[in-house]
Structure formats: C-alpha cells, structure tokens
C-alpha cells in the first residue's frame, strides 16, 4: 500500500482540511498519516475560531511519522505562521529528501477569513515553494504569491514566470474563483501549458475542493503517475465529488468524497 502523509489544519466540519485529505486518500486506496497544525472552529458558513499547535508538537509528528512508517508523497495544507513554516521546511528537507511534495498554500478559507498572515507567505516563498514538485495556489493565491492576477493568457504566462523565479518547476493554477460558465484549471510544467477545462457545476457545496484536488494528485504521485497523469485524474475526482457532494450545510457544503472502483 502506498503512503501519504499530509501537514494540514483540522476542519470540524470535516469538509476541508485534514479530515478531507484522509477520506480522499481513503477513496484512492492510499493509507494516509497526518501532522496537525491548527484545529479551527469551523461550518459550512466559515471559520469563527483557530488554535495553532506549538510548532515542536507539529515536529514532533512529522519525525514520528516519517521515521516509521514513512511516505511516498508528501502534501502540505494549513500551516498558519511563519514558524510554522520554516519548521515544515526545514523538517522536511532533513527528513524526507527525495520524497514528492505538493504544495496547497492554504491563505483564505472558502468564507473569506484569513490563513496565513503576511510574514509567513514570505517564508513560504523562500523555502517551501522550491522544495515542492507541485504548487496549487487558486487565482487569489496566486496574485498573492506573484503579485499577478492569472485571468487572461498574458497573466498567466507572466505568473508562471514569477513562479520559476520562486524556484517551482510546476504550478496547478486553479480557476474556480473566476467567473463564467467554464471553470478552467491549468498546469504549468516543463515549460508547457496544459489546460483542464469543465462546465462550472451550479452549486454551494465546494467546500475542501482545493484540500482534496492537492491531496488526490499526491495520492497519484505515491502510486507513481507522472505528473500530468496525476492531476489530470485528481481534477476528474474533484469534479465526480462535487457532483456527489450530499447537500449538507446552509453555507458552502462538503463535497462527496467518492471510492474509486
């Protein structure tokens, strides 16, 4: 059985974060260890509180795991602070050199209440991002990381430049919080642009789409997919659990985390 290990905050609504990432590795078949980082206080109409575990706890887990039972992909989500994020890096790249990492840069909740504050997206920049096979920022997150909004072909050429500059060699720019009838996701890789386009689906319950497309594609990456491959199938299960997504919530719902056959 392959091995994924992801460093996320808690969602008590079991829509986002790490609860997502488990029942989307679940739904792959891949046997997933966690390192929590925040537990929030949170629904389907947005976060109203957060704790962030001391860093040396978060450490802690990250060697326990790694040292036993290990990993084969590696994804990390919330992280909250700039300690928080130089311990991830620097933990990592002494304990799970080779080992493919995606990069969900968690800053904005899908209700709007903030993540990472702004001297840890400097530290991110400086030390997760090039160590990570795989970025997915969604379009705010990308014009915070680059200081370019990705919404036409020129912008999103010049945002990939910024990330190469950043020292990333592939970005997944996620295209839900645009506008119009097509929801256009597009991977950056080698150079080449590949686009992944679907009919918008007419719906409130996207709740942890983007905690479960970065995780299913490090799900892929465990079991060996090239890149491409991977997200490819990722973005086709994001799509398969919004439309399963059970309807539960008076705000933005949980998706359906599917099994695959």
């Given at each position: 059985?392959?091995?994924?290990?992801?460093?996320?905050?808690s969602d008590s609504s079991g829509g986002a974060g790490i609860q997502a990432d488990l029942k989307t590795a679940q739904g792959f078949g891949v046997y997933a260890q966690t390192a929590i980082t925040a537990v929030t206080v949170q629904n389907t109409l947005g976060v109203t509180g957060a704790h962030i575990v001391p860093v040396d706890v978060v450490r802690d887990q990250i060697i326990a795991c790694l040292s036993d039972i290990g990993a084969d992909a590696i994804k990390t989500g919330m992280l909250g602070s700039a300690a928080m994020t130089q311990m991830v890096a620097d933990t990592l790249a002494e304990h799970a050199p080779g080992i493919p990492l995606v990069v969900d840069p968690v800053m904005v909740a899908k209700g709007g209440s903030s993540l990472l504050?702004?001297?840890?997206?400097?530290?991110?920049?400086?030390t997760l991002l090039p160590m990570a096979v795989l970025v997915t920022p969604n379009l705010p997150e990308a014009e915070a990381l680059t200081g370019i909004l990705p919404v036409s072909e020129h912008r999103l050429r010049n945002a990939a430049m910024v990330f190469k500059?950043?020292?990333c060699n592939a970005v997944l720019f996620k295209g839900g919080h645009g506008e119009g009838a097509t929801v256009r996701d597009t991977l950056w890789c080698d150079g080449e642009f590949t686009d992944?386009?679907?009919p918008r689906q007419a719906t409130m319950h996207t709740h942890g789409t983007g905690c479960t497309l970065a995780t299913a594609i490090a799900c892929g990456l465990a079991q060996g997919r090239a890149l491409p491959d991977a997200v490819a199938r990722a973005h086709a299960y994001v799509q398969a659990a919004i439309k399963a997504a059970p309807g539960l919530g008076k705000g933005h719902g949980p998706l359906g985390h599917i099994t695959l056959s």
């Open positions: 059985m392959k091995r994924l290990f992801v460093i996320a905050g504050d702004d001297d840890a997206i400097v530290v991110l920049k400086k500059l950043l020292g992944f386009e679907v």
